[in-house]
């Protein structure tokens, strides 16, 4: 059984800042890919960022430059830190891994950039 709870989520105005955390426990082997999805109202789940075992990164063309994806490998935890934010960033972020061909999925964190 793999567990992923996420914290972070928040209501933050426009410019501010917010970082997602997303601790993973359980039968873990090697968490090969970590990923932050994130879906608004109305409009499908889409990748954010992802970063693999040895800290190769990705993002979504129009966070690039204000988010950054981290990992700690010793505490099983994967971080999103969110600069600059955007009213346009608001939505339910959700974590995301890899484990041994299976991929699992946290509850979810609402994030709102509103004044």
């Known amino acids: 059984q793999v567990q992923l709870v996420e914290s972070g989520g928040g209501l933050v105005q426009p410019g501010g800042s917010l970082r997602l955390s997303c601790a993973v426990s359980g039968s873990i082997f090697s968490l090969s890919f970590m990923r932050w999805y994130r879906q608004a109202p109305g409009n499908q789940r889409e990748v954010v960022a992802v970063?693999?075992?040895?800290?190769?990164?990705d993002y979504l063309y129009s966070v690039k430059g204000r988010f950054t994806i981290s990992r700690d490998n010793a505490k099983n935890t994967v971080y999103l830190q969110m600069n600059s934010l955007k009213p346009e960033d608001t939505a339910v972020y959700y974590c995301?891994?890899?484990?041994?061909?299976?991929?699992?999925w946290g509850q979810g964190t609402q994030v709102t950039v509103s004044s």
């Open positions: 995301n891994v890899d484990d041994l061909g299976r991929s699992y």
């Open positions: 970063i693999t075992r040895g800290g190769s990164t």
